[in-house]
């Protein structure tokens, strides 16, 4: 029968405290990735995004930042707060044999007030 | 208001029946897409359209149909064949098939007993 994972990597931080979410991806081709941020029970939510030819790029609070080499994103959090716990996935796009995007499994990140 | 939206939010099934999770978007978007949730995984894709009247398998389509009759709509049926169909459905829509953010739905939580 199909496998489920029920336990996501959890990242704990303080209110007030920055965030850093990793990800790794999966095709060195990709050339377009995105955070997105899902609440319970929702749909997930653009964050911000990165195009291949950056390494960095800052939002409202939150900064993406690219290591091609590695194949390693990562979104940072500033002074993160108790509306900021969610799940947290990354998404890679890539153009190969058409576009296919491809969802990581996941982050829960929790604030404690 | 633009935006995409799924209904019913909730949905139960006896086994054996067919049901139909309905996708609207209003964003004039060309692509839509339809992903499946299981607790702590990331986001599976079962259909996809890039424009109307053509879709595409995703990576888990097995026991799954989809329509693209009209651009606004973009209909899953999750029939009996469908070895495992109680889940968190997502629906989606993008400008275009390609590097682009996509829009999610609220979602469907199908339970079948």
């Known amino acids: 029968g199909e496998s489920v994972g029920l336990h996501l990597p959890t990242l704990s931080v303080q209110e007030g405290d920055n965030s850093i979410i990793n990800c790794a991806y999966s095709?060195?081709?990709?050339?377009?990735f995105i955070w997105y941020k899902q609440e319970s029970g929702k749909g997930p939510q653009f964050i911000i995004d990165?195009?291949?030819?950056?390494d960095k790029r800052q939002g409202q609070r939150v900064t993406v930042l690219l290591n091609k080499t590695v194949k390693h994103l990562s979104l940072q959090i500033a002074a993160t707060q108790p509306g900021d716990s969610a799940v947290y996935f990354c998404a890679e796009i890539s153009n190969t044999g058409g576009f296919k995007t491809i969802f990581g499994a996941g982050t829960r990140l929790f604030v404690k007030a | 208001d633009g935006g995409i939206t799924q209904s019913p939010k909730y949905l139960f099934r006896k086994e054996g029946q067919n049901v139909t999770l309905s996708c609207e978007q209003n964003?004039?978007?060309?692509?839509m897409y339809w992903y499946r949730q299981d607790p702590g995984q990331g986001l599976r894709l079962i259909y996809y359209?890039?424009?109307?009247?053509?879709?595409q398998k995703g990576d888990i389509a097995e026991g799954y149909s989809v329509s693209r009759e009209k651009k606004e709509s973009f209909p899953l049926t999750v029939t009996s064949a469908q070895k495992n169909p109680t889940a968190f459905y997502l629906c989606a829509s993008s400008i275009r098939s390609g590097p682009y953010e996509q829009y999610f739905g609220p979602g469907t939580r199908l339970t079948v007993t």
């Open positions: 990165i195009r291949s030819n950056m």
């Open positions: 964003l004039n978007h060309d692509a």
């Open positions: 359209s890039q424009i109307v009247n053509d879709f």
């Open positions: 095709n060195s081709a990709s050339d377009y």
